[in-house]
């Protein structure tokens, strides 16, 4: 029976602090984030963020500058610090203003602004953008054994080159393929919800049939001819690892 991933040499957890108003805004990103590999904790007030930016050290801070107390964060010591946590800035909405990086070292990566730079304007409203924004401002923080790969048992995905292997054979994925492979091993051993899944793959909410679809042709790619790792839990939805249901 495959095991699941080692504990050895895999990327630190990144800490999020979700500072938003709306809860419709900030479920699905929380969800979508979670489902990514972040830690994520949500409050809805400015007010609440002070303490908790004291009591815990985050890595990345979203706010909603809509909200109606953000100036209680304007003087925050943490938020000055030379190791302060890098920030994403939105609209209630979820529109993505711009972001400020972090003040520790390797915390830029990718199109994220250094040190200086200030906001960098965006267009586009999508959680699926908060995300790769996140990516690039916290995404820096792989220990030197990791080779970028998430892994269970002789299946592995390739996050630089979006490509899968099981054993020896190489699997080529649709970016569907990969968003929902790459969702299932991140949370291996957990049953996700349709719901779930939906928000980690789609920007817009999935049409009937669509996630049983993608699930069904990922399952022949990844599971063909070998033992199956990709499973249903009928009425709840689907998880990734051992025929023990978890």
Excluded at 186 to 207: C, F, M, Y
Aim: hydrophobic share 35%; charged share 25%.
């Amino acid at each position: 029976m495959p095991k699941p991933p080692s504990t050895d040499a895999v990327p630190a957890i990144p800490d999020v602090l979700l500072v938003v108003g709306e809860t419709r805004t900030s479920e699905p990103l929380s969800a979508l984030l979670e489902l990514a590999g972040y830690r994520t904790v949500v409050v809805d007030r400015a007010t609440h963020a002070g303490p908790l930016l004291t009591e815990r050290r985050f890595d990345l801070v979203i706010l909603d500058v809509t909200l109606p107390d953000t100036a209680a964060l304007r003087h925050s010591h943490r938020l000055l610090a030379p190791d302060r946590p890098a920030v994403l800035l939105l609209t209630g909405t979820g529109e993505f203003l711009g972001s400020l990086p972090g003040g520790g070292t390797g915390r830029s990566r990718g199109g994220a602004p250094g040190p200086g730079t200030g906001v960098r304007p965006a267009a586009s409203g999508r959680v699926a953008e908060v995300l790769a924004r996140a990516r690039q401002l916290v995404g820096g923080q792989e220990p030197a054994g990791w080779d970028g790969a998430l892994r269970y048992g002789d299946l592995v995905l390739d996050d630089a080159t979006r490509r899968a292997r099981r054993g020896e054979r190489t699997i080529e994925l649709t970016p569907a393929e990969y968003r929902l492979l790459r969702c299932l091993l991140v949370n291996a051993d957990r049953v996700l919800s349709k719901e779930q899944i939906g928000r980690h793959v789609w920007t817009d909410p999935p049409t009937d049939g669509a996630i049983e679809r993608l699930v069904s042709r990922l399952r022949r790619k990844v599971d063909d001819e070998q033992p199956a790792l990709i499973h249903t839990r009928r009425g709840f939805g689907y998880w990734l690892g051992g025929t023990v249901q978890p």
